[in-house]
């Protein structure tokens, strides 16, 4: 199992140790926790079930088409 070192601010050392106590865990199973569910690269599931939900939302082949890069200017 590989290892890495932590250097947190008393402040947030003691956030750790309040949730690691809170889910009954220890501080390296609860940060190891964090990093998966934070680190993911998976949509959650509340997110996938929002696809289609708005009916008024415009998708991109409904979108106006993109002005030109630029236009002949005008000189002085």
Do not use: N
């Not at 009916?55 to 236009?71: G, N, S, Y």
């Amino acid at each position: 199992m590989a290892q890495i070192t932590l250097y947190l601010d008393e402040a947030t050392q003691a956030i750790v140790d309040q949730a690691a106590q809170a889910h009954g865990v220890s501080k390296s199973r609860w940060v190891a926790d964090v990093i998966r569910k934070y680190a993911a690269h998976e949509w959650p599931a509340e997110c996938l079930a929002l696809a289609g939900r708005f009916a008024d939302f415009p998708l991109r082949e409904d979108l106006p088409p993109p002005a030109p890069a630029d236009i002949e200017r005008i000189g002085f």
